[in-house]
């Protein structure tokens, strides 16, 4: 507030309060000392009029003479300020009043001095007259000095000192005024004489800003004033001195920035083509990435799909070895280039993450299941471990968290020779506002390890940890760059704690939004609370799968090796605490195969359903040992969702296990095929041709037309780089004339080699429906045509759901190749497998002839699955065929089952007959 003051305000303010302060304390002051002063006098004068009436009244008391009294006490009231007067008796009996009615109460007490009562308005006295009051008058009575004679009472009003107050403090006020006044106006005459000059100083400190330099100021009347006018002056001279010199500098600068503007102008015409050409630079980049892409993938497609063709032909081992080899590396050189492009989309900027629903379990258990041959060829155990206060439902992009997995467990998997490979998920901090996890994902190894040296080089493009003539080959040093980015995109981190010769651990952070918990998560009816005996040798691996089967609710208890679980089971068969699920995690290097088939064969005669676990590069040596490989054998690490769907099949088997058989077609797909690679047209022709499609190749987009407007296609696969019309301009040309003849949509996939971010954005834009990146897969075409068209492949039926009208007779009837393998290289086993079978088959198929014509469909099932369960030890593929055909129908009630009975009565004569030739 003062600082909002003026000088002429701050100057009376300095005047007036001071000032006011003083007279009012002192008047103040004064005032009370002359009220009280007024009281003191009032006081005294009322005990000095009673003291004198006293002696007065004592013989009239004493002779209790009223009429005295009463003259006395009217002549009283003659005195100042004397209100009302009485006299009593000794008793306190009135004998004679003069005034009014006493305001106050009478003192209290019989005190031989005078008492008194003061009140706001008056005060009363009351004084005892004595024998020695009648002395002092000369009425002497012997004897009778201390005889109490009576009382004077008289009352003295206060009106008359409060109005000598009130003008005093009349009087004090006035004086206070009239002062403070005459201090407004000497300050008022004061301010006057300091503002007008400021008011002049201020007006010429104006007019200097306002660019008037030559203003000066006059004598202002004061020393101090006329110093600060004169230093004004002074820098008034000044300024207008440097104004003359800027402006001198201002014309000469105007000239230099005239000519340097010129030269501005020229190197900015030169900037604008540098822009020009880096712009364009940017852009032939991102073209040579996309052809760099698409020539790259193109022939890379044929190889792949080529390889994959010839692996399903007749070879000899040397030719798969050489084919798997060229597979392996061509799937290399793809991840290579993979890697490179995810690289150049990062550094531009390009790289945009998903937000979708995911379960973390599975997204870890999907990557291990990947990568688990790579691990498992090198006798690594792959273990993933997810902490149980982990949320499993979460928000992000899977396929980006997926690729950083995976570029860690694959390196781990890289620099490991011999031990285990862990996967763990924790839950570092909860965020309740936003709903939101902090999470922890870790891959622990113990490989090589690395120094610090190497871990400060390890996040670097281009960099490996070990570069040494002896380090394994392979990669681009880019997978762990671009994971560190994607981390760091996700607002995440990650890092590494390494120790030389012990191992390694890779570490990410990040914070995902939690999504709905998934039902399938919850443990499952057929399940719950079902006791399972576990079997498995690796610790750690013997943790997780603990963990995993009693998310799944099962009751789990774990045993360390195969005969102690045996004979838990069989000591507590057929009581309360009896086993009904064996989970045997193996190898064949502790467990051999056909020992392992003894012992599935003895449990499951108490009454026990055995999963066997086992590495995916033995899956085919376990699976002669089990009885139903489809269902009873899994690869390890094993998957929570499908062992729990697995063991609630092997406890109440579902009706419907495979894809409804409604799916299939009544007739192949037609489809068009546009490319203007020989090879891809080739071999997209190839791979649908031999899945029973219906296939028209072309090599153009003109063609391509001409063909949609002649003939009639369920789906069109166009390449989208071609010469003269490219795919996005045929199908411009496709919809357009759709649009005119008002012809119903056909639907066009792309086939494309480009890996850009906004391709599939233009693809779309262009009239595409869908896009199949280069290789392209059996399983990617099937899937494709079913979606667009309605239409199933051949292959795209799961093998245990085989369709109607499919011809089992292209399969050999008698495999002694096959044979041999499933018994794990022992002839003398194979011989006796099939031998087994021969022996049997006449029997079973009476026994189904028995079944079907009782329509006794659980017989039927039943007498169908014992010869389905047979055959999967023998090489007879036709007769294996049928039999699961046969089963799967009968399961689904279809009505097609009693001819696919037939085609198995078929199968059994066929292999008969040709056991017979053979023998």
């Not at 009223?66 to 003259?71: D, E, I, M, Q, S």
Request: proline letters at 4%.
């Amino acid at each position: 507030m003062l600082k909002n003051l003026g000088i002429k305000g701050r100057v009376l303010l300095l005047t007036l309060v001071p000032v006011s302060l003083m007279a009012m304390l002192l008047g103040g002051y004064f005032t009370w000392l002359q009220q009280s002063e007024l009281q003191a006098q009032l006081l005294q004068r009322g005990e000095m009029i009673a003291e004198q009436l006293a002696p007065l009244v004592a013989p009239a008391l004493g002779r209790h003479d009223t009429a005295l009294l009463a003259r006395i006490a009217t002549e009283s009231l003659e005195q100042q300020d004397v209100r009302a007067v009485s006299f009593l008796d000794a008793n306190h009996e009135i004998l004679a009043h003069a005034g009014p009615v006493m305001l106050n109460q009478a003192p209290q007490g019989n005190s031989t001095h005078l008492l008194q009562r003061t009140d706001n308005d008056a005060t009363r006295y009351l004084l005892p007259v004595f024998g020695r009051h009648r002395n002092l008058a000369g009425d002497v009575i012997p004897n009778e000095a201390h005889r109490l004679l009576g009382w004077v009472e008289l009352e003295l009003s206060h009106s008359s000192m409060l109005l000598r107050g009130y003008r005093s403090l009349f009087a004090s006020l006035l004086l206070i005024v009239s002062g403070l006044v005459f201090s407004a106006l000497l300050a008022l005459r004061m301010s006057r004489t300091i503002n007008a000059p400021l008011g002049q100083i201020k007006q010429a400190v104006a007019q200097l800003k306002d660019g008037q330099l030559q203003t000066r100021l006059p004598p202002l009347g004061s020393h101090e004033l006329d110093e600060l006018a004169s230093g004004i002056n002074r820098m008034a001279e000044t300024l207008q001195n440097a104004q003359e010199e800027l402006q001198h500098s201002v014309d000469q600068a105007t000239e230099d920035v005239r000519q340097n503007l010129e030269t501005i102008e020229i190197q900015n015409l030169e900037l604008d083509l540098a822009r020009k050409e880096a712009l364009e630079a940017s852009r032939i980049k991102s073209e040579f990435l996309a052809n760099m892409s698409h020539e790259i993938r193109t022939p890379l497609n044929g190889i792949l799909g080529f390889t994959h063709l010839l692996q399903k032909s007749e070879l000899t081992p040397r030719q798969f070895d050489y084919l798997h080899t060229i597979e392996k590396s061509a799937d290399n050189l793809l991840g290579i280039i993979n890697e490179i492009l995810d690289f150049s989309k990062i550094e531009a900027g390009k790289l945009v993450l998903d937000s979708t629903p995911f379960n973390l379990r599975d997204l870890l258990q999907d990557t291990l299941t990947i990568l688990a041959p790579s691990a498992h060829e090198k006798g690594l155990e792959l273990v993933s471990l997810v902490y149980r206060d982990t949320p499993l439902s979460l928000i992000g992009d899977p396929l980006r968290l997926k690729q950083i997995l995976t570029n860690l467990v694959n390196n781990a998997i890289k620099f490991t020779r011999e031990g285990t490979i862990a996967v763990r998920a924790m839950l570092e901090d909860v965020d309740e506002n936003d709903g939101s996890v902090q999470l922890r994902i870790s891959v622990q190894d113990t490989g090589i390890g690395l120094t610090s040296q190497d871990v400060r080089a390890l996040f670097q493009a281009f960099s490996q940890a070990d570069n040494s003539l002896s380090r394994q080959p392979g990669g681009t040093g880019l997978g762990l760059v671009i994971s560190k980015r994607l981390v760091e995109q996700m607002g995440g981190e990650i890092g590494v704690e390494s120790t030389p010769g012990e191992g390694s651990v890779f570490w990410i952070s990040v914070s995902l939004p939690k999504a709905r918990d998934d039902v399938e998560d919850l443990p499952g009816a057929p399940l719950l609370g079902r006791r399972v005996a576990l079997l498995e040798k690796h610790d750690l691996a013997c943790q997780a799968l603990q963990h995993q089967l009693e998310d799944c609710g099962l009751d789990v208890t774990p045993f360390n090796t195969l005969e102690n679980l045996c004979n838990s089971v069989t000591s507590a068969h057929q009581t309360e605490q009896a086993f009904e699920l064996v989970v045997l995690g193996v190898t064949a290097k502790d467990i051999p195969p056909e020992r392992l088939n003894q012992h599935i064969w003895d449990l499951e005669h108490l009454g026990c359903k055995v999963l066997v676990l086992c590495p995916t590069t033995e899956q085919q040596l376990f699976g002669a040992s089990v009885p139903n490989a489809h269902d009873q054998l899994q690869s390890k690490p094993a998957c929570t969702h499908k062992l729990r769907r697995t063991l609630a099949d092997l406890i109440e088997p579902r009706q419907t296990r495979n894809e409804p058989i409604g799916l299939l077609a009544s007739r192949a797909p037609r489809i068009l095929c546009v490319d203007d690679n020989p090879a891809n047209l080739l071999l997209v022709q190839t791979l649908l041709e031999d899945m029973g499609a219906k296939v028209t190749a072309l090599d153009s987009g003109y063609a391509a037309v001409d063909a949609i407007k002649n003939e009639a296609f369920d789906l069109v696969l166009m390449d989208v780089q071609m010469p003269g019309m490219d795919g996005r301009e045929t199908t411009e040309v496709i919809r357009q004339w759709e649009s005119e003849g008002q012809s119903t949509p056909l639907p066009i996939v792309a086939l494309t080699a480009h890996a850009m971010a906004n391709e599939k954005r233009a693809l779309l834009q262009s009239g595409m429906d869908d896009y199949l990146t280069k290789p392209i897969s059996e399983r990617q075409l099937g899937q494709v045509v079913l979606k667009w068209t309605g239409l199933a492949l051949l292959n795209q039926v799961s093998e245990s759901s085989p369709e109607p009208g499919r011809n089992n007779a292209k399969l050999p009837v008698l495999d002694h190749d096959e044979g041999l393998r499933l018994a794990a290289g022992k002839a003398d086993l194979a011989a006796d497998m099939l031998a087994m079978l021969l022996a049997s088959l006449e029997a079973d198929r009476q026994a189904i002839h028995q079944a079907r014509e009782a329509r006794d469909n659980n017989a039927l099932i039943e007498r169908v699955h014992r010869l389905h369960g047979a055959t999967r030890y023998c090489g007879v593929p036709q007769l294996r065929a049928a039999c699961q055909r046969s089963e799967t129908l009968l399961k689904q009630d279809n009505p097609n089952a009693y001819a696919a009975l037939d085609e198995l009565d078929q199968a059994i004569t066929r292999l008969s007959n040709e056991a017979r030739s053979t023998a």
